[in-house]
């Protein structure tokens, strides 16, 4: 790496620290494809070797501390081989926390991986994949039937009263009360004034 390259990535990196939203930008000036509308939330790992390999459709949203890889050292135990693979996240897609995507796998649009999941290999579209190594769960339609269904029975918060750690004391302890022995859902706006 020339010492011109080696202080624009250390003024990027300077930058990604003070700046998470910036994020984004960095992958695409390391050679990652970004469709419109997506987001790629920091701190989440893009295989820094290669990270070109890597395309990410329209309307994705890959949460925290996913990590994506487009090779796959372990192999070398084989001979003085490493694994490279392309790695394409389809459109409307969303890929839950902590989730490992491995080289050569391709996430087929309109699906869901669940947090903590390992996925070594291709998703099916409209199919939510959870567990290690990842397995389909259901559709991706059954899924939203599901929590539809349930958000009309469960607890429904308008999620902009609950902006930051930092509300009042008595609004965290009714948010506290409400979910005590079970879960409920956060939204834009109720509709009808309803909680």
């Known amino acids: 790496m020339s010492p011109l390259t080696r202080l624009l990535h250390m003024i990027n990196r300077l930058r990604l620290a003070l700046d998470s939203s910036f994020y984004p930008e960095y992958l695409r000036r390391q050679g990652v494809r970004i469709g419109r509308n997506s987001r790629v939330l920091y701190p989440s790992y893009i295989d820094g070797r290669l990270p070109y390999l890597l395309d990410i459709g329209d ?18 135990y084989a001979g003085d081989l490493i694994k490279v693979g392309r790695v394409a996240i389809r459109d409307r897609s969303f890929i839950g926390a902590n989730s490992t ?3 050569n796998v391709t996430i087929g649009p309109n699906s869901i991986v669940g947090a903590g999941s390992v996925v070594t290999r291709d998703v099916p579209p409209d199919t939510v994949c959870a567990g290690n190594p990842a397995r389909e769960v259901c559709s991706t339609e059954e899924f939203v039937k599901r929590h539809a269904e349930l958000g009309r029975r469960l607890p429904l918060f308008e999620a902009s009263n609950y902006p930051h750690p930092y509300i ?28």
Request: glycine residues 8%; contains cysteine.
């Open 59 to 76: 309307d994705v949203t890959i949460s925290l501390f996913v990590t994506i890889l487009t090779h796959d050292a372990t192999t070398a």
């Open 101 to 103: 995507i491995m080289c």
């Open 168 to 195: 009042p004391e008595t609004a965290r302890e009714e948010l506290r009360r409400a979910l005590a022995g079970t879960y409920g859902y956060f939204c834009s706006r109720l509709s009808g004034g309803e909680e």
